[in-house]
């Protein structure tokens, strides 16, 4: 594991930290605005474990990747930022009193929104999409004038819209996003790197995606290099054109 370099924080894992801070820093008590009435964001993201061996609460066993997760970062006011950070009061602040202010922060809005979910969730599970009774357009783009009436396809294309409905909104999204990057690229493959780009994904998270979505029958596939062949990773889908 790579040890002692401070890595940028990712996109998507700022907007997380801001999402579950609830525009409050998250130091005990405190009150103050992450982001002022005109959007101006005044918060600081702080590290909990240092990335770095200079800094406060360093930690040779978590590597620089992990010091640049969700779990190691807090989002602060300013004025706690700096006085966590302050070295000659790195005793006041140990890494686990500062994970408790955290947890206990955040645990607040999370709740909320766990509520919030609960609250619309028998709402949008009663909501059923709407069948095709015929496949002009599909036909059309296809340029298959014989499936048009098709029993079977029309049945195939309304399995597919029950398959893609049960699926999580996150992975819903992102089957939507895949297809219509490889449309524009007008191929059924994209490297996994292309992929990781351009979602903010590791490869961890981009096989769990995968995962997902092969076990909801969605047929996107990831496919691994062949160490023999070093041919590069390739992310496959088949309803590139549905």
């Known amino acids: 594991m790579e040890n002692n370099k401070r890595l940028s924080v990712k996109a998507k894992t700022i907007k997380k930290l801001f999402a579950y801070s609830g525009n409050q820093c998250s130091f005990k008590d405190c009150k103050e605005f992450l982001v002022d009435d005109g959007g101006t964001m005044i918060g600081k993201i702080a590290h909990i474990r240092s ?9 040779s066993a978590c590597s620089s990747e992990q010091c ?43 709740k909320a929104e766990s509520a919030l979910i609960a ?32 029993e079977e396809d029309i049945k195939g294309i309304r399995l597919f819209a029950d398959q893609l409905a049960a699926l999580p909104h996150d992975a819903r999204g992102f089957a939507f996003e ?49 160490s023999i062949a070093k041919q590069p990773a390739l992310i496959r889908t088949v309803f590139l054109k549905i």
């Open 119 to 150: 609250r619309y969730a028998d709402m949008t599970a009663n909501i059923e999409p709407t069948y095709p009774q015929t496949l002009h357009g599909l036909a059309s783009i296809l340029g298959i004038s014989e499936m048009v009436e098709c």
């Open 68 to 110: 640049r997760e969700k779990e190691n970062l807090m989002v602060l006011c300013g004025k706690h930022h700096d006085i966590i950070d302050d070295i000659d009061r790195e005793a006041e602040f140990p890494t686990d009193l500062l994970a408790e202010y955290k947890s206990e922060h955040e645990a607040r809005f999370k």
């Open 178 to 226: 895949l297809t219509k990057r490889m449309r524009r690229r007008n191929t059924d493959e994209l490297l996994v790197v292309d992929v990781t780009r351009a979602f903010d994904l590791t490869q961890s998270e981009l096989k769990e995606m995968i995962d997902l979505l092969d076990n909801h029958q969605i047929a996107i596939h990831f496919m691994k290099s062949s």
């Open 51 to 59: 990335p770095v061996s200079d800094g406060p609460r360093y930690d």
